[in-house]
Every structure is written in structure tokens, then in C-alpha cells.
């Protein structure tokens, strides 16, 4: 008699019986759900697994679709993977070397894709690319996941020259490895992938500067890619820092490992540090150039180091001759009372009509008349606006520096002549890459930050920082992100060596949110990232690192 166990199917609260080994597609035909967009990769027992998985034991699962972040995480690795083969088939050069494929930076709601051919990129061949990858889709080609030894894993891709991956691999330390098939070209990926190229219903593929957009399709309608951005000033930021990359040989994670491994961490420290000040120094001489310029306004999303990057801005228009006065939109907030709600009937602290801002444009306005004014102070207990006492006149080579996350919005300052304003943006954008063909989320970056900062500073556990994660990203996604190409300035608050140095403080907390809650899927996968990276001893980090705003030591008083 065949054996079978049970399964917990939550979607519908269900239990169903499969035959023992059945992989997570057979329990999804059972369980009778009619997913449009799915599944394509589920929770077990609050892990993510791709539906590959076979089960063994009794087991809960949840199946996810393309509209959940770790869903549209699978679809885009398996668009990776689809691109790489077909590049790999179009591409590789007659005497048998590979072409080089670097999947880059999350860019105008899609990926730069760094395509390296014996000559330029051209738009013809983002047409053949995109046919070449809508071929292998077409061809519903089976999508196999094989487990091997680490060193077989190695002398594979030593093979292949995916240099990239035999340097992460040989730094993980780890026995066996897991790797992906598509018609006999393998690939290693850190996260899970769908189970067939028939699965890829949507993407786009276009020039783009000098290489290629890869798009997807837009989470919140799946039946559409996201809209195409034009975001060059944040391309331009991106691409300054490979340059620094380049300088210090460092891509990608076995790179960085590498570095550490042989004892030049410190010297990387210091020179990450030097170029972060050096950008710093240039935003100030540009405002100091500009006499008009009053009012300088610096915004950026959550965790990306604001505050620190408005204390250091403010020591280099100091250096230029000129007296910073900081002013935080915080102490602008309305009354609780006053607050808008969200769809859920929860404050919306991230909404942007939460401040005052009649207010704030009408003492804006007075202080660039030279009028005095008193400033409010927000009482965060008591949820008021209270006068703080404080009273404040611009003088002589005086400049207003206003830090907050709707900075850059033109109806907060809409009253406030434009010419008197200069505007930064600050966000964590991280450029190093797992291996060319896994980068690392930007959010992951600031996430942890968070994670971190919430701990030490507010008293709220990693659990509770993860659960409201969604929350805060979809307030950046509205009232932050489409505003940042309105800067004058981009700073990248991300430094090369940071996950090695946050690695210490973010895994002890992630360890602590219990197995039995949904927030354990994203704690684990955030764990399991980590791993990768070789640790930096904190105390190698100078006091005014931007990174102290975080992990506490920093002498900036906040």
C-alpha cells in the first residue's frame, strides 16, 4: 500500500493526503486551489521552498503567488536564468568562451543587465535576446534542481569560467550545493526558481543605455510589467560606484570574503569611508558654488542613513564657510487626532498631509525673509504639537538643512521659490553582487539596518520589525521613490564591506523570532543570506561612520 501524509493547506484551510515524496506541485492539484498568478513557490512549516520540494512528513503550507515578494522573487530569478541561457546560446564565442552575462542593479522598475560582447551592445541584439529567451519559454522546458558536493559544484562552474560563483562557493564552507538545469545549461541560485520555462508568462527585454533592461511584471497588477521609469541620475549613482568598485577589485561577495579572509579588511574600511566623505564634501561645495541656495532638503526612505548624511553634509557646508541650521520635518507632525488613516484604520505617520505643512511653508517662508520664528516641537508620547521655545533667524551665510522622508515632494515646499532649494536624496543602494548572477536587494540592506536599529534604540523585536516591513515599503513606494529623480544630488549611504560588519548584530536577532509565525519565512531567508558573508569585527569602524547610526558608537549626537 502506497504511503502517504497529510498536508495543512492554508490558503483554504484544507488538509489534504499525498503520496509520500510528492513534490509541492502534486499537493497543489489536490488541494484544489485556482491560483491566476501561481503558485510559484510556497511556505513550509514557515520556510520557503520552491515547489521542487517533495514532502516526506506531515508538514502546513502556504502556496505563493507572483503577488507576494518572495513569489516575485522566484518568477525573477527564473527570468535570470532563462536570460543567461539564452544569451549562453546566442553569444558565446566560436572558440567556445562563454559570454559574460552580469545581472546589475534593480533599475526604472526592472534590472540593468550588463551584457559583454567582443564589441558594443546594440538594440539588435536585445531583439534577438528577448526572441531567443520567448523561444526557451515556448519550449516549456522542464526546470530540474540537483544537489552535489560543494567541490563538484566548483569544478562545474570552474568549467563554465562563472569565476564569480567558484570564488562564493569556495568561501561558504559549505558540503554539499544546490544548482538549477535548463536543457543541460546549470546555474546556481541562492533563492528558489520555478519548475518549468512554460511558467514565464511575462517580461520585457530592451536597450538601455549601454546594455539591457530586463522587466517584470508589475506585483500589484500581474497582468502588466511595471511601468517603465526613466531614472538616470540614479543610474549615474550606480554606476559611480562600480568605478570605486573597479578601483578596489570588488564585485561581489567572494570577492569581498576574499578580502577579509586575507586580512585587508581595515584598509577596505578606510577607503570605503574616504570615498563617502569625498561625495559628501562634493554635494557641499556644489550648494556653496550656488549664493541663492537657503534651503537645503534631504530625504531618502527608510534606514538609508539620513540623519548621519544631514550631520556630515552639515560639517562640510561648515568647512565651506557656511552655518547649517537643522530642522527635522518630524517636529512638523499634526495632532494624532489628525492624522490620515490607512485602508487597515491605522495612522499613516507616512502619509505626507501627516505634517503641518501650511506651517512649515509659512515659517519657511518667514526665515528666508529673515523674520524670526518659533519652532514647534512634536510631543511623540502625547501625539501633539507643542511650541518647543525654541526660536530661530536666518543671519548672514545661514542655511536651513531640513531632513525627512517627503523632502523631495513638491507640494511639501510648493510655496517656497525653487531656486532657493536644493534637494539630496539618500538611499542604501547596494551595487555589490552575491555572484553576476544574484544581486542583492537594496531593501535587504536597509531591512537589516532596521532590524537592528529598532532593537537597540525603540525596543522593538526583529519579529515586530519584519511585520511591519510591508507597511513602511509600500509608503516609500508612494509618497518617497517617484520623487527621488527631482534631486540635485544622489548620495549612496551604502559602503562595500557593511553587511559584513551589520552580519554580527542582525543574526543573534533574527535567530530570536520564534519558528511558529509567519515572520520566521522572511527571518530565515534574511539568515540564510548572511551566511555567505564573512564577518568584520565592529570596532574596525571609525565613530563617524554612517553605519554608527545603526549599530550605536557613533559620535554624532542624535
Not at 46 to 72: A, C, W
Not at 310 to 319: G, H
Request: charged share 25%.
Amino acid at each position: 500500500m502506497e504511503k502517504t501524509v497529510k498536508i495543512h493547506v492554508r490558503n483554504n484551510d484544507t488538509a489534504i493526503e499525498v503520496p509520500m515524496g510528492s513534490q509541492l506541485e502534486e499537493a497543489y492539484r489536490l488541494s484544489g486551489l485556482k491560483m491566476t498568478y501561481g503558485p510559484i513557490s510556497a511556505r513550509v512549516n514557515n520556510k520557503v521552498e520552491g515547489m521542487h520540494y517533495r514532502v516526506y512528513r506531515q508538514r502546513e503550507v502556504e502556496f505563493l503567488d507572483i503577488t507576494s515578494p518572495t513569489g516575485l522573487r522566484a518568477y525573477t530569478r527564473t527570468l535570470f536564468f532563462i536570460l543567461c541561457k539564452a544569451a549562453h546560446e546566442l553569444f558565446d564565442e566560436p572558440d567556445g568562451k562563454p559570454c559574460k552575462v552580469r545581472i546589475d542593479i534593480p533599475i526604472s522598475n526592472g534590472y540593468y543587465v550588463d551584457l559583454h560582447l567582443s564589441r558594443p551592445v546594440t538594440p539588435d541584439d536585445a531583439n534577438a535576446l528577448r526572441q531567443k529567451m520567448q523561444d526557451i519559454i515556448d519550449a516549456a522546458i522542464p526546470i530540474h534542481r540537483f544537489e552535489c558536493t560543494t567541490e563538484e559544484a566548483i569544478e562545474m562552474f570552474t568549467k563554465s569560467e562563472s569565476l564569480s560563483k567558484v570564488k562564493l562557493l569556495k568561501s561558504t564552507g559549505r558540503l554539499y550545493t544546490t544548482y538549477y538545469d535548463i536543457d543541460g545549461y546549470q546555474d546556481y541560485y541562492y533563492g528558489s526558481l520555478l519548475t518549468n520555462t512554460s511558467q514565464i508568462y511575462l517580461f520585457g527585454l530592451e536597450y538601455y543605455f549601454d546594455g539591457l533592461l530586463l522587466r517584470i511584471p508589475d506585483s500589484n497588477e500581474p497582468s502588466k510589467l511595471g511601468a517603465f521609469i526613466r531614472q538616470d541620475k540614479m543610474f549615474g549613482i550606480f554606476k559611480e560606484h562600480h568605478q570605486w568598485q573597479d578601483i578596489m577589485n570588488l564585485r561581489n561577495v567572494g570577492d569581498l570574503n576574499e578580502v577579509i579572509d586575507k586580512g585587508r579588511s581595515s584598509h577596505l574600511i578606510q577607503v570605503s569611508e574616504a570615498l563617502q566623505e569625498k561625495k559628501i564634501a562634493q554635494i557641499a561645495d556644489e550648494i556653496a558654488k550656488n549664493k541663492s541656495i537657503k534651503m537645503v532638503l534631504i530625504a531618502g526612505p527608510s534606514s538609508s542613513g539620513k540623519t548621519t548624511t544631514c550631520k556630515r553634509l552639515s560639517v562640510q557646508l561648515a568647512v565651506n564657510g557656511i552655518m547649517p541650521i537643522g530642522i527635522s520635518l518630524d517636529d512638523y507632525f499634526l495632532d494624532r487626532d489628525q492624522t490620515p488613516r490607512d485602508a487597515s484604520g491605522d495612522y499613516d505617520f507616512e502619509h505626507l498631509h501627516a505634517l503641518n505643512i501650511p506651517l512649515l511653508n509659512e515659517q519657511m517662508n518667514a526665515l528666508l525673509r529673515g523674520e524670526e520664528i518659533e519652532l514647534p516641537r512634536y510631543n511623540f508620547q502625547q501625539g501633539k504639537s507643542e511650541w518647543s521655545g525654541k526660536k530661530l533667524q536666518l543671519k548672514g551665510k545661514e542655511v536651513l538643512v531640513v531632513e525627512g522622508i517627503h523632502a523631495l515632494n513638491p507640494e511639501l515646499t510648493a510655496q517656497i521659490p525653487d531656486e532657493q532649494i536644493f534637494r539630496v536624496y539618500a538611499s542604501a543602494l547596494t551595487t555589490i553582487l552575491l555572484d553576476s548572477h544574484n544581486y542583492i536587494p537594496t531593501t535587504d540592506n536597509r531591512l537589516l539596518r532596521r532590524i537592528i536599529r529598532d532593537n537597540k534604540y525603540r525596543g522593538v523585536n526583529a519579529r515586530e520589525t519584519i511585520r511591519r516591513w510591508p507597511s513602511v515599503r509600500a509608503g516609500e513606494n508612494k509618497w518617497i521613490f517617484p520623487f527621488q529623480e527631482n534631486a540635485d544630488a544622489m548620495f549612496n549611504s551604502a559602503m562595500l564591506f557593511e553587511l559584513a560588519v551589520i552580519k554580527r548584530q542582525a543574526e543573534p536577532l533574527l535567530e530570536q523570532v520564534p519558528e511558529n509565525c509567519p515572520e520566521y519565512a522572511e527571518a530565515y531567508r534574511l539568515r540564510k543570506f548572511l551566511a555567505y558573508i564573512h564577518p568584520i569585527p565592529e570596532d574596525q569602524i571609525p565613530p563617524t561612520s554612517l553605519l554608527r547610526e545603526f549599530l550605536g558608537g557613533s559620535s554624532f549626537e542624535y
